[in-house]
Structure formats: structure tokens, C-alpha cells
Nanobody, 123 residues
């Protein structure tokens, strides 16, 4: 199984855009649910968004209307387009592959993880 590697994190001001990428999300993962999770200091890891190989997409209420997940299997990448970011979006963001094609937002249902990329939003 090809490893997953996130990139694109950094420091952004409130209201700005930021795009995260996950390399490795196509090769060997094309028929699996893929998702983005995040973990802020002192908090549990939470699901941000997931996408199934059939196009079904889930978003956490906190990011609906601001974040967009997409996958390009030809480029072997998964993306997270973040718009109108807020200080509460500050966290380590992880790309993950589910155990099968069906998606939910429970991290226990994901078995392959990247090492994460840090996103810091300043007010």
C-alpha cells in the first residue's frame, strides 16, 4: 500500500484560503473511502470530510460551505480546499484511507494515515 503524504499546511490569516494535498491517494486507494481529519492541541481527532469512490461526500458541520474535498486518481492525489478559515480550524490535518468504499466520519474506520500537516490560522 502506497504511503500517504500530506502537504500544503502553513500559517494563514483568518478569512484566507488554503489548499492541502495528499499524495498517494490514488495508487492502491482508488476503491476506498478517503478522508481528511484534524486534531487540535488538547482535543480528540475529528473527521473533517470524506469522499467515497462513488462520489458520496460528507462534511463536518463546522466546515460545511467553507471546505471542499476532491480527489484526482490520475494524479494520485486527494485535496482539501479550505476557504474562509477561522482560528478554530487550527490543527494538524491528516489524510486517511478507509477500510472499504463506504464512508463515515469515525477515525476508527480508517486504517492508513499520513503523518499530518500543520495548519495555523491567526486572527
Amino acid at each position: 500500500v502506497q504511503p500517504l503524504m500530506e502537504s500544503g499546511g502553513g500559517s494563514v490569516q483568518t478569512g484566507g484560503p488554503l489548499t492541502l494535498s495528499c499524495l498517494g491517494a490514488g495508487h492502491g486507494h482508488i476503491w476506498y473511502c478517503m478522508g481528511w481529519f484534524r486534531q487540535a492541541p488538547g482535543k480528540e481527532r475529528e473527521g473533517v470530510t470524506t469522499t467515497s469512490p462513488y462520489g458520496a461526500i460528507n462534511y463536518a458541520d463546522s466546515v460545511k460551505g467553507r471546505f471542499t474535498i476532491s480527489r484526482d486518481n490520475n494524479k494520485n492525489e486527494l485535496y482539501l480546499q479550505m476557504n474562509k478559515v477561522k482560528p478554530d480550524d487550527t490543527a494538524m490535518y491528516y489524510c486517511a484511507r478507509g477500510r472499504g468504499p463506504d464512508c463515515d466520519m469515525d477515525s476508527a474506520d480508517f486504517d492508513h494515515w499520513g503523518h499530518g500537516t500543520q495548519v495555523t490560522i491567526s486572527s
